[in-house]
């Protein structure tokens, strides 16, 4: 179950955050489907979490509800995997071998978030200087003891209906 908590912070909007435990990649891919039926062209993503802790199931789950033939995997070697919907593309990025936002820049990034495609950015706290304010933030955390579970907070610029 979500809840929403607006919290006040340094930026001059409001901030929505929620919580979820989902216990298995069934219930991640559900949960990426709820927020991308509220997604809007230019949304930015971006995910911190340790390895396996969920961010790539959950990025598989938004490339379903986008109608995306590919498989998503995580670009760890290619860094940008690009992915065409039905109606949506969409930006994979995985930063985990890069050293700061300005390596983000150097590889074009603007052109990205200029395009209309939805960007998903894993390891985005190593790029964080290079993701904009009106970003949404998710932190994914495996659960100790649960072998699939995972807790999952969601801080977004907007209000959202989520559930799962």
């Excluded at 006040?8 to 990649?25: L, V």
């Excluded at 991640?28 to 039926?37: E, F, H, I, K, R």
């Excluded at 939805?118 to 985005?124: D, G, L, Q, R, T």
């Amino acid at each position: 179950m979500g809840n929403d908590y607006p919290s006040s912070s340094s930026r001059a909007q409001m901030i929505h955050q929620y919580h979820f435990m989902t216990h298995g990649p069934e219930e991640t891919g559900q949960l990426a489907q709820s927020l991308a039926a509220q997604l809007e062209p230019g949304d930015i993503l971006a995910m911190s979490g340790n390895l396996a802790s969920g961010k790539t199931t959950f990025t598989q789950g938004l490339t379903t509800f986008f109608e995306v033939k590919e498989y998503a995997l995580s670009p760890t070697f290619t860094y940008i995997n690009e992915y065409h919907g039905l109606n949506q593309d969409i930006i994979h990025i995985d930063a985990y071998r890069l050293s700061n936002g300005e390596d983000l820049i150097s590889m074009g990034i603007w052109e990205y978030y200029d395009s209309g495609a939805i960007v998903i950015i894993e390891w985005a706290d190593i790029v964080a200087g290079a993701i904009p304010e009106d970003a949404f933030g998710l932190s994914f955390r495996a659960i100790e003891g649960e072998e699939n579970g995972r807790e999952i907070l969601i801080h977004s610029p907007r209000a959202l209906e989520i559930n799962l």
